[in-house]
Every structure is written in structure tokens, then in C-alpha cells.
């Protein structure tokens, strides 16, 4: 698929509380996220991810690849991150 996350791949509307992801994310898809891949809407409220990722997506005009969510439109609250590291 086209979204992947070490939580959830694809996320629209409702909420996640309290929860966290760890380990490693392996994908050919071009949302990555440590925790989730494309969050277009709803909420993640006190949360955490310790996880890498990883992407062989090979096209160059786009791809959304980060830490804890590959590409967000929503809300992200009181978050934890470990290991952040520039690429």
C-alpha cells in the first residue's frame, strides 16, 4: 500500500491515546512514519515512538518520510520521540 507506520498505516478521523510504537518500519511506500504513515485527520494525544524507518519508494517527485507521522493534517499532541535524526 501506499501508507505505512510502525502504529498504523492510514489514519482518518477518531483519536489514539496513550499509545507508542517501537522497532523498525520497511517499506516501498512513499507515507512513512514511525508511528503512522498519513494522518489526515482526527487526534494522537500522548503518544510516543521509538522507531526507524525506512523507505525504498525510488521516485523523486514526491514521498512524505518522518519520525513519528510521514504526513499529518490534524492534530498531534504531548508526543515523545527518541533517536530523531537529521537525513
Aim: aromatic share 20%; hydrophobic share 25%; with cysteine.
Amino acid at each position: 500500500g501506499a501508507c505505512s507506520g510502525g502504529f498504523v498505516g492510514y489514519m482518518y478521523g477518531n483519536a489514539i491515546y496513550d499509545s507508542y510504537s517501537t522497532g523498525s518500519v520497511n517499506s516501498t511506500s512513499y507515507y512513512v512514519g514511525g508511528f503512522c504513515g498519513l494522518k489526515d485527520s482526527g487526534g494522537i494525544y500522548r503518544c510516543y515512538s521509538n522507531s526507524n524507518i525506512y523507505s525504498s519508494y525510488e521516485k523523486t517527485d514526491y514521498g512524505y518520510f518522518g519520525g513519528f507521522v510521514g504526513y499529518n493534517s490534524g492534530t498531534i499532541k504531548n508526543l515523545e520521540l527518541e533517536n530523531v535524526h537529521d537525513l
